[in-house]
């Protein structure tokens, strides 16, 4: 399967048995396998993210380019 990402943006990051990915304040989760979408929704609070999410085993953290902090459970 295929998931479109653009240059520039996050990476993907796993946690269990999901994938995550970011783009412009929405997080997709996936099931790598078999590629299906999970869910997707916006992360409150952030605008532009570029950096890569932090898995904690538990939480995906992310921080947007202005500095805001999100953590989501994972």
Same mark, same amino acid.
């Given at each position: %399967? *295929?998931?479109?990402?653009?240059?520039?943006?996050? $990476?993907?990051?796993?946690?269990?048995? +999901?994938?995550?990915?970011?783009?412009?304040?929405?997080?997709?989760? %996936?099931?790598?396998?078999?590629? +299906?979408?999970? %869910? *997707?929704?916006?992360?409150? *609070?952030? +605008?532009?993210?570029?950096? $890569?999410?932090?898995?904690?085993?538990?939480?995906?953290?992310?921080?947007?380019?202005?500095?805001?902090?999100?953590?989501? *459970?994972?």
């Amino acid at each position: %399967y *295929k998931t479109r990402a653009a240059p520039g943006m996050a $990476s993907p990051v796993a946690v269990g048995d +999901r994938v995550y990915v970011v783009n412009n304040g929405g997080l997709a989760c %996936y099931d790598p396998a078999d590629g +299906r979408q999970v %869910y *997707k929704e916006r992360l409150p *609070k952030v +605008r532009m993210l570029a950096a $890569s999410p932090v898995a904690t085993g538990t939480a995906l953290l992310f921080v947007d380019e202005a500095g805001t902090a999100v953590a989501v *459970k994972a």
